[in-house]
């Protein structure tokens, strides 16, 4: 592999061989993710005519696309993304596909509908782990790696922000199940892409080293004491950035202002996200990932519980746009940690980990904010969805597994005690 650019840049990350390649064919798999939910929502709703059941039925996939992330991401880990990655992407395609069908059949049963989405949800192909683990393989180098992060966390961010749109010109000339047929494609043919590159034979199965000889894949204590503070921070910028969904709608229809006011002002929050994503990768910092996780995370507490101060909605997508500039840095830096601790063979699981931690965030905050916007005053509540991040701020960071930190480079970031060796060539 060759040796990357002195000088690090976005440009640069795409420049080194195979991996332009290798995240276009990622996000090609992952813009899926960014479609299949309001495609199946809007089918579910059409074929059962009830909200409840539609719901329930994408609570189903949901939950076992989230809480079995880990899981999938072992598999990839001990087998490989070819040989674990594309099995799921398959079948993960075959039963949306299934789903498709089902949808367009008046009288399928709940329970079938319910069934077959749990097992979709289940063979999710856990597309951004693996494409994190690829680069942590293909950048060696630190500030390479947090560009690369950066990178990836805002394309991701705007794969969720275009999906929708994508499915909204799908239903305007075709039924919405189309919408879960295009989900299917898109992870089949951008799974197959991603694993037939080069770059993915840089993963290395968990039981076997590069010269052969096998490894020991136990992640150990130490390892778990150190993905504490990147989970746990994921876990409470999910919550904290859940809460905001509902809270702008409330805001909104609080002064009778419409939906569409929620919506610009939820888009304002992605705006700031985006930028702050481009920003904290551009920048050389001199303090280590760990240092200053806890700040970013109190950052955007701090906006958030200033933002339900907000006398107008132009206020509001001022205050939630500079919160926006500490969610993708935040989310960013803890992937950069959970890679330091990462032990040999655990690079795509401790990534699931900070992934499942964001969505189960989510999926709770927006449970508990609906349970408190009926019974709180609004600043309370965005104070109390900004102490969520604060919290998880004080959680302390410890050093271990794989990416103890040994010697602080001329940055002062951490670099890992086997760097020298994880290029992949």
């Given at each position: 592999?060759?040796?990357?650019?002195?000088?690090p840049s976005y440009?640069a990350v795409l420049?080194?061989?195979?991996?332009?390649?290798t995240?276009?064919?990622a996000?090609v798999?992952?813009?899926?993710?960014?479609?299949?939910?309001l495609a199946?929502?809007?089918?579910?709703?059409?074929v059962?005519g009830s909200y409840?059941?539609a719901?329930?039925?994408m609570?189903?996939f949901?939950?076992?696309g989230?809480?079995?992330?880990p899981?999938?991401?072992?598999?990839?880990?001990?087998h490989?993304?070819r040989r674990?990655?594309?099995p799921m992407?398959?079948l993960?395609a075959?039963?949306?596909c299934?789903l498709?069908?089902?949808c367009?059949?008046?009288?399928v049963?709940?329970?079938v509908l319910?069934?077959?989405?749990?097992?979709?949800?289940a063979?999710?192909?856990p597309?951004?782990?693996?494409?994190?683990a690829v680069?942590?393989?293909?950048?060696?180098d630190r500030d390479?790696?947090q560009?690369?992060?950066s990178?990836?966390?805002?394309?991701e961010?705007?794969?969720?922000v275009?999906g929708p749109?994508?499915?909204?010109?799908?239903?305007?000339?075709a039924?919405?199940?189309v919408g879960i047929v295009l989900s299917?494609l898109?992870?089949?043919?951008?799974t197959?892409?991603?694993?037939?590159?080069?770059a993915?034979g840089?993963?290395?199965p968990a039981?076997?080293?590069k010269d052969?000889a096998?490894?020991?894949g136990?992640?150990?204590?130490?390892?778990?004491?150190a993905l504490?503070?990147?989970?746990?921070?994921a876990a409470?910028v999910g919550v904290?950035?859940?809460?905001v969904?509902?809270?702008?709608v409330a805001?909104?229809?609080?002064r009778?202002?419409?939906?569409g006011?929620a919506?610009?002002?939820?888009?304002?929050?992605?705006?700031?996200?985006?930028v702050?994503g481009l920003l904290?990768g551009?920048?050389?910092w001199?303090?280590?990932?760990?240092?200053?996780?806890p700040?970013?995370?109190a950052g955007?507490?701090?906006?958030?519980?200033?933002?339900?101060?907000a006398?107008?909605a132009g206020?509001?997508?001022?205050?939630?746009a500079c919160?926006g500039?500490f969610?993708?840095?935040a989310l960013t830096t803890a992937?950069l940690?959970?890679?330091e601790?990462?032990?040999p063979?655990?690079?795509?699981r401790?990534?699931?980990?900070?992934n499942t931690?964001?969505?189960?965030?989510?999926?709770?905050?927006?449970?508990?904010?609906g349970?408190?916007?009926e019974r709180l005053p609004?600043p309370v509540?965005?104070?109390?969805?900004?102490?969520?991040?604060v919290?998880?701020?004080?959680v302390?960071?410890?050093?271990?597994?794989r990416g103890e930190?040994?010697?602080t480079?001329?940055?002062g970031?951490p670099?890992r005690?086997d760097?020298g060796s994880?290029s992949g060539g």
């Amino acid at each position: 592999m060759s040796t990357p650019p002195s000088r690090p840049s976005y440009a640069a990350v795409l420049r080194v061989p195979h991996a332009h390649r290798t995240f276009m064919a990622a996000l090609v798999g992952r813009l899926s993710y960014g479609t299949v939910s309001l495609a199946l929502m809007l089918s579910l709703t059409r074929v059962t005519g009830s909200y409840a059941v539609a719901g329930t039925v994408m609570a189903l996939f949901g939950a076992t696309g989230v809480f079995l992330s880990p899981y999938r991401a072992a598999l990839v880990d001990r087998h490989g993304p070819r040989r674990a990655l594309l099995p799921m992407a398959l079948l993960y395609a075959a039963l949306l596909c299934a789903l498709a069908v089902a949808c367009l059949r008046p009288g399928v049963p709940a329970a079938v509908l319910g069934v077959t989405a749990a097992l979709a949800g289940a063979c999710t192909p856990p597309l951004g782990p693996t494409m994190r683990a690829v680069w942590a393989e293909l950048l060696p180098d630190r500030d390479l790696l947090q560009r690369a992060y950066s990178l990836d966390g805002v394309a991701e961010e705007l794969l969720f922000v275009s999906g929708p749109l994508l499915v909204g010109l799908v239903v305007g000339v075709a039924p919405p199940a189309v919408g879960i047929v295009l989900s299917a494609l898109l992870v089949a043919v951008g799974t197959l892409a991603f694993v037939t590159s080069p770059a993915a034979g840089a993963l290395r199965p968990a039981g076997r080293k590069k010269d052969g000889a096998p490894t020991d894949g136990r992640g150990g204590t130490g390892q778990g004491r150190a993905l504490l503070q990147p989970v746990v921070v994921a876990a409470g910028v999910g919550v904290s950035v859940s809460a905001v969904d509902l809270l702008a709608v409330a805001f909104a229809g609080e002064r009778g202002l419409g939906n569409g006011t929620a919506a610009w002002v939820l888009a304002a929050l992605s705006a700031g996200s985006a930028v702050g994503g481009l920003l904290n990768g551009a920048v050389t910092w001199s303090s280590s990932a760990r240092a200053r996780l806890p700040f970013l995370a109190a950052g955007l507490g701090v906006c958030l519980a200033a933002a339900g101060l907000a006398p107008g909605a132009g206020t509001l997508a001022a205050a939630l746009a500079c919160a926006g500039l500490f969610v993708a840095p935040a989310l960013t830096t803890a992937y950069l940690i959970a890679d330091e601790s990462a032990a040999p063979g655990f690079r795509t699981r401790v990534g699931a980990w900070c992934n499942t931690a964001v969505n189960a965030g989510m999926s709770a905050g927006a449970a508990a904010v609906g349970l408190l916007v009926e019974r709180l005053p609004l600043p309370v509540c965005f104070a109390l969805s900004g102490a969520v991040a604060v919290a998880a701020a004080l959680v302390p960071g410890w050093r271990g597994g794989r990416g103890e930190v040994r010697a602080t480079g001329d940055t002062g970031a951490p670099q890992r005690a086997d760097a020298g060796s994880s290029s992949g060539g």
